[in-house]
């Protein structure tokens, strides 16, 4: 397999990794009426792309420093950690945790002298994404989406800095921010067709077993 199929499958693997919660979070919103704009998606893929982008240089600076066969190897146990981090995580985690919540702004509103910041926003849809609908209004605005996106992307600031040392072609960025979006989208899409108790608590499992599949590749140098 030539090096430009190796990448793209690579690519197309990470991309699947950090975008199954997207999907997941998409099956909720339809559940709950909430719909998502384009103008809303295309931010969540900005927000994705950037924090992709950012460890991504951060990890070709540090390549730089220590043995290409280092790198390559630290780089694909970062991915492998990643994936073993969220299969536990969805092993054990309870999964009513994101849509069996009350109503999103008993969370996100706080008191007047204990104001919740952006930064406990984007934590705690992270824990539970349905509280992105802020103003339960049933739909994802642009202030929202940029944090429903910082969220989304977590992830993607430990595997784009894993991806940078293990070679990673710089591809994987748009590939991932197109990816996120889309399978929010498709989620929403297929949620009425889905139940809801059985996909829960498998993501972080799909998830992790994904990114474990692509750092144990990259680790053995066949990505």
Request: hydrophobic fraction near 50%.
């Amino acid at each position: 397999m030539n090096s430009l199929w190796k990448q793209v499958l690579a690519s197309l693997g990470l991309a699947l990794g950090l975008s199954i919660d997207s999907g997941l979070v998409g099956v909720v919103y339809a559940a709950r009426k909430v719909s998502i704009p384009p103008l809303s998606l295309t931010l969540v893929s900005l927000a994705t792309g950037i924090l992709m982008l950012v460890p991504m240089t951060a990890g070709e600076i540090v390549s730089l420093l220590v043995p290409p066969g280092l790198a390559h190897i630290l780089g694909g146990t970062i991915i492998l950690l990643m994936g073993l981090w969220q299969f536990w995580r969805g092993c054990v985690e309870k999964p009513q945790r994101i849509w069996t919540l009350p109503c999103p702004n008993t969370y996100a509103s706080g008191t007047q002298d204990d104001p919740v910041t952006h930064v406990d926003l984007v934590k705690q849809i992270v824990r539970a994404p349905v509280l992105a609908d802020q103003d339960d209004s049933g739909v994802i605005d642009v202030r929202e989406s940029v944090l429903l996106g910082l969220a989304l992307g977590i992830d993607a600031l430990t595997a784009g800095f894993g991806a940078s040392l293990t070679d990673f072609w710089w591809m994987v960025i748009p590939v991932v921010s197109v990816c996120s979006p889309l399978f929010l989208l498709l989620g929403s899409c297929l949620g009425n067709l889905l139940n809801l108790d059985r996909l829960v608590p498998r993501s972080g499992i799909l998830t992790g077993t994904t990114l474990m599949i692509v750092g144990l590749l990259k680790i053995k140098g066949c990505l």
